[in-house]
């Protein structure tokens, strides 16, 4: 079985696509109709192919997927081919991708996948302008500034960008710095398919020779130092939420100034599933930001948040068409950066101060609480449970 997965992996190597809807069809947007507008779409759609070419990092297999069904769409409309079978895995996976657009027409197909590409390289620019500028102390990050924008980007594609303890250090010392540079905002996002997926279980393999009574005392001290930075961080701080985020991702959310995500974006703070409690000063944001039953649906039971949902809850300001997320926040974003920089600052200390020693508080008190639950056998059990469903897949 193990075997088969690494092949519908490999395999799904297929030309790229657009935004899938939480129904599992994929949106489009409406485009106009005239002769010349068609024209000029053909146009930007062949070179919308030889764009995708450039890439360099792989976008990830659902975005593939979207690609893919959208180019079937715009050469030959509403899927007409037979259902492969079920254990088809790769071909199943395309074709349940195109047949998901249903009547969608070839031209709001084109011009679906042409938006998606050119999201895909409008995310990728920063990577390529950064090569020569990016800081190489950070082995899980690429922090760069731009446009008066400090931009923190989880570099851990392949993982989905789960933390490390190495990449909670990190990640304090890229908001150190961007506390102290000339940037006006800070952004804190991600590469790949993921915003974040939460904790890096492997951490607690990580068993020190003093036992794991020394590894949970280690653990809480860099996760009470973690979320203090963002908690006094003194700019601006935007969450650009290109995907999933699970964890201490989200959990961390009730302190940023702003949040925008991705339409297919989910959030979901599974600490009950794994024997664990909340952490990120979510105990008190939380019921503050969603009310109390809400937020116990989210942090006790384990509800799975999607995008519409989150902002609806307020833990999210906006939410944003995948085809067009990059493009959008990005632009938006360069907006802010132009504004006077202390005066924002001062706005947000404002804004902010009168919570700062509750959060520290509560803060103190979930990292204590954690520790102890680390150390618990239910806890153990737990993440024992999650590994061995790892390994069966």
């Excluded at 079920?86 to 071909?91: A, P």
């Excluded at 249903?102 to 390529?128: C, F, M, N």
């Excluded at 809850?313 to 085809?323: A, C, N, Y």
Aim: glycine share 4%; proline share 4%; with cysteine.
């Amino acid at each position: 079985m193990a075997a088969s997965l690494l092949n519908v992996k490999s395999s799904l190597r297929l030309p790229l696509c657009r935004a899938v809807s939480k129904s599992g069809s994929i949106a489009a947007l409406g485009v106009h109709t005239s002769a010349r507008h068609m024209q000029a779409s053909q146009e930007d759609f062949e070179k919308a192919q030889n764009d995708l070419k450039t890439l360099k990092k792989d976008p990830g297999n659902e975005i593939k997927l979207k690609l893919y069904a959208l180019f079937k769409q715009s050469m030959q409309g509403a899927c007409n081919t037979p259902k492969p079978g079920m254990l088809d895995f790769v071909n199943k996976a395309k074709w349940d991708a195109w047949n998901s657009l249903g009547d969608l027409s070839k031209e709001k197909a084109r011009q679906s996948y042409i938006e998606l590409v050119s999201s895909l390289i409008t995310a990728e620019a920063p990577t390529k302008q950064s090569t020569s500028s990016a800081n190489k102390k950070y082995e899980t990050l690429e922090v760069f500034s731009q446009d008066n924008i400090t931009k923190i980007f989880l570099n851990r594609p392949e993982k989905k960008n789960a933390i490390t303890l190495q990449m909670y250090k990190e990640i304090g010392l890229a908001l150190d710095e961007a506390a102290k540079d000339d940037s006006v905002i800070t952004v804190l996002t991600g590469y790949g398919d993921y915003y974040c997926s939460g904790n890096d279980l492997n951490n607690f393999t990580n068993i020190p020779p003093e036992g794991k009574e020394k590894m949970a005392s280690d653990s809480a001290v860099i996760l009470k130092e973690f979320v203090s930075k963002f908690i006094d961080f003194p700019k601006p701080l935007i969450a650009v939420v290109n995907g999933p985020a699970v964890g201490i991702s989200v959990t961390v959310l009730g302190l940023f100034d702003l949040v925008y995500a991705t339409d297919r974006a989910t959030f979901h703070t599974p600490f009950s599933q794994l024997g664990q409690s909340p952490e990120g000063c979510s105990s008190y944001t939380f019921p503050r930001i969603m009310g109390l039953s809400k937020a116990s649906e989210v942090l006790l039971f384990n509800k799975l948040l999607t995008a519409h949902e989150a902002c609806q809850l307020g833990l999210v300001t906006e939410v944003f068409p995948d085809s067009t997320f990059q493009k959008e926040v990005w632009e938006r974003l360069k907006g802010y950066s132009s504004l006077p920089k202390n005066s924002l600052a001062f706005s947000k200390q404002l804004v902010r101060a009168t919570e700062k020693e509750k959060l520290h508080a509560v803060n103190i008190q979930e990292c204590e609480r954690l520790k102890e639950r680390w150390l618990s056998e239910e806890c153990m059990n737990a993440i024992i449970s999650f590994f061995q469903k790892r390994v069966k897949l």
